[in-house]
């Protein structure tokens, strides 16, 4: 059963009080921040995409008096360099990146808070390490299956049939019977101005789908070199290759993290990571909270959902539970 939110707006802006960059190998230097209290409960937050990369709104999720918030942008996106680079980027090395930060930050635990790609990182990071972990709080749940990236690439027309018609468009007609393949020919490819435009078109059809009521401005965000580059370049990459997880990871493993505090939050009409993965997951971890927005699509600052989300924070400020 769903379980009712009373409805909370978002925190204050607020900037962080300390900000670095960490290099974790050769290729990738990446870029955190701290926000909130120093001595608070520290709460990790992850970035959906792959490659979308931190906004200055999603510090806005966590009463900064009582959390340490720390966020940092994963391999390739953002303010990380080298943007939209895939050597050298797994899901296995973003869950080594995040042990990585902790240690240097002196954390021992914290919470976990992912949404899209993030509640997927989140999923594999508190599966490898459920000791570092005290909860999770996750949204718009995105398994990396054989299911839902077709249903991405192909299915989303059924909703969105203008958007993906403009996403087709880009590859020759020959092609779209495989757009995942005909895309990474052009993001991957020798051609710096190629594997732009690709980015730019791949990204801004997510960015257009997003949304329960359009806003038009989110796709003209997502078609910008800064966050196209990152979203197109790693979403194709992470699909390519399944999320390096294998078949049907994250819902196995649950029981490594089945003891600790949950809740699943989920748009009703999000047609970029159906409500059905969701469903998937609180079947597997019945403990866990579970609520359906019934008005909201897939973006955390839908207006239920991002009330959801900052309620759930403030339970677990409450009484470390969720």
Not at 71 to 100: H, K, M
Request: aromatic letters at 10%.
């Amino acid at each position: 059963m769903s379980q009712p939110f009373p409805p909370l707006p978002p925190f204050p802006p607020i900037t962080p009080y300390r900000t670095g960059t960490l290099p974790v190998d050769a290729i990738h230097t990446l870029y955190w921040e701290e926000c909130g209290n120093p001595n608070g409960v520290p709460v990790l937050f992850l970035h959906g995409g792959p490659g979308a990369g931190l906004s200055p709104k999603h510090r806005q999720f966590f009463d900064p008096a009582h959390y340490r918030i720390v966020l940092f942008d994963q391999r390739g996106a953002g303010q990380s360099t080298p943007l939209g680079e895939v050597r050298n980027n797994t899901t296995q090395l973003l869950v080594q990146d995040i042990e990585q930060l902790r240690e240097m930050l002196g954390i021992a635990q914290w919470l976990v808070f992912g949404g899209s790609w993030g509640s997927t990182l989140a999923l594999a990071y508190g599966q490898t390490h459920p000791e570092r972990c005290t909860g999770f709080v996750l949204r718009g749940i995105f398994l990396c299956t054989p299911p839902e990236i077709d249903w991405f690439l192909h299915g989303i027309r059924y909703f969105f049939p203008k958007e993906h018609a403009a996403f087709a468009a880009h590859i020759p007609e020959g092609e779209r019977g495989d757009l995942l393949s005909a895309y990474v020919q052009r993001l991957f490819s020798d051609d710096p101005a190629e594997n732009l435009a690709a980015a730019r078109t791949w990204s801004r059809y997510e960015g257009s789908c997003l949304h329960l009521l359009p806003h038009p401005e989110v796709a003209d965000q997502f078609g910008s070199d800064a966050v196209a580059l990152g979203v197109g370049r790693l979403e194709a990459h992470y699909m390519r290759h399944g999320a390096f997880l294998t078949d049907n990871q994250l819902i196995r493993n649950v029981d490594r993290i089945r003891h600790l505090p949950a809740t699943i939050i989920q748009g009703r009409y999000d047609v970029v990571c159906p409500p059905t993965s969701a469903w998937a997951l609180h079947q597997a971890w019945p403990e866990a909270s579970f609520q359906m927005v019934e008005d909201a699509g897939h973006a955390a600052f839908e207006p239920g959902i991002a009330s959801a989300l900052v309620a759930a924070t403030e339970q677990f400020k409450r009484d470390g539970s969720l």
